[in-house]
């Protein structure tokens, strides 16, 4: 089932990336795990996943054990300076910075175990008062203010869309990710998951979130 369900978002993938006039290589699949057991996720990885999120430190830890680094490690979720420690040691990529705060405690950290940190900054779009994300108009101050993070490097912007049936709803916060992305000059999207990932392809995602469509049975 799980080598079905990939083979299927890879296709997806191809299609939305064709459609854009991108390549498919372009588009990462980040199979995110945090319903999966782990059975299913040696299934996957078996099945060609490279790519693996979590959105809690200590689940990763657990999993990353079972695996190392066979995979990269992406940490999709909220994360609080007190677990930074630990995230610092396991994921390749931190796609949830949220504030200063964090971004300081991740250099930090990252200075400490002698790397530079891969950080995505999380951006509420869609305004949604239950999302974390800094606003879109913060974006400029924020990215100025990290400047002076030598252990941090920014690779770009993430988002969640709000909660939709219709994958078309979300088209309209992918573009003004993109147009975010663009304009400050960045490289990486983080955008899309289950609801809608062919969307986020076509409007330019190079990393896509995917959960249930992989693990829900
Ligand atoms: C759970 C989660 C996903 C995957 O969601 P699905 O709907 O299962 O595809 C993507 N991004 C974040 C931040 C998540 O927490």
Request: charged share 25%; glycine share 8%.
């Amino acid at each position: 089932m799980i080598k079905q369900n990939l083979e299927k978002i890879c296709a997806d993938i191809a299609d939305g990336a064709a459609k854009a006039g991108r390549k498919k290589e372009d588009v990462c699949l980040i199979c995110v795990t945090k319903e999966a057991n782990s059975a299913d996720i040696l299934d996957a990885v078996a099945n060609g996943a490279l790519h693996l999120g979590e959105n809690r430190v200590k689940e990763a830890e657990l999993k990353y054990k079972a695996l190392g680094e066979k995979v990269t490690w992406h940490m999709v979720g909220h994360l609080q300076t007190n677990k930074v420690r630990d995230a610092v040691s396991i994921f390749s990529f931190i796609h949830s910075v949220d504030s200063m705060r964090l971004a300081q405690c991740i250099d930090k950290e990252a200075s400490r175990a002698g790397h530079v940190q891969n950080i995505l900054i999380e951006v509420n779009v869609s305004g949604e008062a239950s999302k974390f994300g800094i606003t879109p108009d913060q974006l400029g101050g924020m990215l100025e203010s990290m400047k002076g993070l030598a252990n941090i490097h920014i690779c770009g912007l993430m988002t969640v869309a709000p909660y939709t049936d219709n994958a078309e709803d979300s088209r309209k916060y992918f573009i003004a990710l993109r147009e975010l992305r663009d304009k400050y000059g960045l490289k990486e999207l983080s955008m899309g998951m289950t609801q809608d990932y062919a969307v986020a392809v076509e409007e330019g995602a190079t990393m896509v979130r995917v959960g249930r469509a992989i693990f829900s049975k």
